[in-house]
């Protein structure tokens, strides 16, 4: 007898069977074999391979695998035909799986493959982005106007009168030959021998936005004018840490509570790894000594305890450091900025432009204590007990990577989702120095890359 034939005789049998055993409401008609067309259940083929094997085939390679004699009995060609509606019915549930997913056109490819289509992939993207803050150079054959050739600016000071500042547009865009990606910056120059900054280059430079952890160079300038008003030296004041800083957001210099550190640990593990724990505490102190009545208490030896001291007023204290920062800020003419945070966390209300942070920076540099402190690459110190002994060591680096290469002196980094990747840097050589900010740029490497850029036009 032919195997096919005697397949067909038993599934006969099987339904016979079926058919008799159950009641009409309950019965449940299987499909048979010849009734299923092969041809219909094959799937469209996709690299010449279908997506699923035929009923044929389940039924003949469950068969091969039993290796059982020819003389099957009935029961054994009804477990298998089970069987094969079972393998069906998985792979019809895949099919609409990949269906749903819509992936059915993607083959299966090595990894190689698969990582250099990523990678090209990544490439795209990087140049669709590069599109939106990338201006495009000009042709020195053909000009053709752009955002970045009419907003940019140069201003030329007069021989014969300082105060006549003749400001012009030109076209900057053919002397960049590495783009920058910033939406707001400007550069500043000053020769030998001069003694007021001029502005080179700039682009919006008077559009407000947030500046990050810049904002930490008014913490520290404030908290140095204060010191230097009350003629107070950076390493008598202590404070004991309180257990709140280790909770704040953002980038931290990992303050322990409970340990003692001076005013001068504080600013640089303020200005180096930019933690927001220490300019929290440094504001809260500094204002708690502009409202003591005795402060000569805590220059000789006793240290400020903010836990007890400070926590009941820190609302207030807040605000108080907050006003000294505005204050200072009108003093040198910021018009465009506004302080609401000591730290630079998101906040819309604590914004600034390029050209009052060039006005910060220009007094920060006079300042010899700031200028130390910002030009570190590392600092190691210790914490205190309260009975004295060496407590928790601490090792900071600085943020600003340009610190590594000849003539950059640092300021401050900056970077949060609102205000993006931000840097201020002052640069100095034998001829001339100068003073680069730029705000919102592509990525936290690029930032570094367009402060470069723009010393290279001077």
């Known amino acids: 007898m032919n195997p096919k034939e005697g397949l067909s005789v038993s599934l006969q049998k099987f339904h016979r069977k079926s058919a008799q055993s159950t009641s009409d409401d309950s019965q449940m008609a299987l499909p048979e074999l010849k009734g299923r067309s092969l041809k219909s259940a094959t799937p469209k083929l996709h690299n010449n391979k279908p997506l699923q094997t035929p009923l044929r085939y389940y039924i003949n390679e469950s068969m091969q695998q039993r290796?059982?004699?020819?003389?099957?009995?009935?029961?054994?060609?009804?477990?298998?035909?089970?069987?094969?509606?079972?393998?069906?019915?998985?792979?019809?549930?895949?099919?609409?799986?990949?269906?749903?997913?819509q992936i059915n056109s993607f083959p299966i490819l090595p990894g190689q493959v698969m990582r250099d289509r990523i990678k090209k992939y990544a490439e795209i993207q990087q140049r669709e982005v590069t599109k939106y803050f990338v201006r495009k150079e000009q042709q020195q054959k053909k000009p053709v106007s752009t955002a970045l050739s009419i907003m940019s600016q140069k201003s030329i000071v007069s021989q014969g009168s300082k105060s006549d500042v003749l400001s012009i547009s030109i076209p900057i865009s053919s002397k960049i030959k590495h783009k920058v990606s910033s939406k707001?910056?400007?550069?500043?120059?000053?020769?030998?021998?001069?003694?007021?900054?001029?502005?080179?280059?700039?682009?919006?430079?008077?559009?407000?936005?947030?500046?990050?952890?810049?904002?930490?160079?008014?913490?520290?300038?404030?908290?140095?004018?204060?010191?230097?008003?009350?003629?107070?030296?950076?390493?008598?004041?202590?404070?004991?840490?309180?257990?709140?800083?280790?909770?704040?957001?953002?980038?931290?210099?990992?303050?322990?509570?409970?340990?003692?550190?001076?005013?001068?640990?504080?600013?640089?593990?303020?200005?180096?790894?930019?933690?927001?724990?220490?300019?929290?505490?440094?504001?809260?102190?500094?204002?708690?000594?502009?409202?003591?009545?005795?402060?000569?208490?805590?220059?000789?030896?006793?240290?400020?305890?903010?836990?007890?001291?400070?926590?009941?007023?820190?609302?207030?204290?807040?605000?108080?450091?907050?006003?000294?920062?505005?204050?200072?800020?009108?003093?040198?003419?910021?018009?465009?900025?506004?302080?609401?945070?000591?730290?630079?966390?998101?906040?819309?209300?604590?914004?600034?432009?390029?050209l009052d942070i060039f006005k910060l920076v220009e007094e920060c540099i006079k300042i010899k204590e700031f200028m130390e402190i910002v030009n570190t690459r590392c600092f190691k110190t210790y914490a205190i007990t309260e009975q004295g002994s060496q407590g928790t060591y601490y090792k900071w680096k600085n943020t600003n990577k340009l610190l590594k290469k000849e003539g950059w002196e640092g300021i401050k980094t900056g970077i949060t989702s609102n205000a993006g990747p931000c840097f201020s840097g002052y640069y100095k050589t034998d001829d001339f120095d100068a003073i680069v900010i730029v705000l919102q740029s592509s990525n936290m490497l690029q930032r570094f890359k367009d402060a470069e850029i723009l010393i290279k036009l001077l």
Not at 75 to 91: F, N, S
Not at 200 to 214: G, H, P, T, W
Not at 327 to 342: F, G, I, P, Q, R
């Open 67 to 101: 290796k059982r004699s020819e003389n099957h009995s009935d029961y054994t060609y009804i477990e298998t035909y089970l069987e094969a509606l079972q393998r069906y019915a998985q792979e019809e549930k895949k099919k609409k799986q990949i269906q749903t997913l």
């Open 184 to 354: 707001k910056w400007a550069i500043f120059k000053r020769n030998k021998g001069e003694t007021v900054f001029k502005k080179i280059y700039a682009y919006q430079d008077q559009q407000k936005s947030e500046v990050a952890s810049i904002t930490k160079v008014m913490t520290c300038y404030t908290t140095l004018k204060f010191l230097e008003e009350k003629r107070i030296d950076m390493e008598s004041i202590r404070i004991k840490i309180p257990g709140h800083a280790e909770c704040i957001d953002g980038t931290s210099a990992f303050l322990n509570a409970g340990g003692i550190m001076n005013v001068r640990q504080l600013l640089f593990a303020m200005m180096l790894p930019s933690g927001n724990d220490a300019a929290l505490v440094l504001s809260y102190a500094i204002a708690f000594l502009k409202t003591c009545d005795n402060i000569q208490r805590y220059c000789n030896g006793h240290y400020i305890d903010c836990e007890l001291e400070i926590e009941k007023n820190k609302f207030q204290l807040r605000t108080q450091f907050l006003q000294m920062m505005n204050n200072h800020a009108e003093n040198l003419k910021m018009d465009k900025t506004n302080y609401n945070s000591v730290h630079g966390l998101n906040d819309t209300l604590n914004v600034s432009c390029p």
